[in-house]
């Protein structure tokens, strides 16, 4: 199976955008779904932005995310959110959605990754 993303834009500073990740023939019974972004100048980050456990909804958050992005999900559908608010120029990246097979919720070292979608935050 494949993870798709979507939502990726233009946005201006400040502004907000919501990116999804359809996983819906995840056949697993306990994974994590993470967000994670990818610079020219860093690279695909090691840590997610954002993740969640599909067993109890637990989220994770990187510190620079804390406060401006949310991760949620349609369960009916097995579709995952990242809302992201209030964007600045520093995160301006290729977001990948990824899935790591773990009963905990761990936001690293991802086993699938879906197709980049890409963000970019300029006036």
């Known amino acids: 199976f494949q993870l798709q993303a979507f939502g990726g834009g233009l946005v201006q500073p400040g502004g907000s955008l919501t990116l999804s990740c359809e996983a819906s023939?995840?056949?697993?019974?306990?994974?994590?779904i993470g967000w994670f972004r990818q610079t020219p100048e860093k690279g695909r980050e090691a840590v997610g932005v954002?993740?969640?456990?599909?067993?109890?909804?637990?989220?994770y958050y990187q510190g620079s995310a804390k406060g401006r992005f949310t991760i949620s999900r349609d369960s009916g559908n097995n579709i995952y959110y990242l809302q992201m608010n209030n964007l600045q120029a520093e995160d301006t990246a290729i977001y990948y959605c990824g899935l790591k097979t773990t009963w905990a919720l761990k936001c690293y070292d991802m086993d699938i990754w879906g197709k980049g979608t890409l963000v970019t935050v300029s006036s």
């Open positions: 954002a993740c969640m456990s599909s067993d109890d909804g637990q989220t």
């Open positions: 023939k995840v056949t697993f019974d306990y994974y994590t």
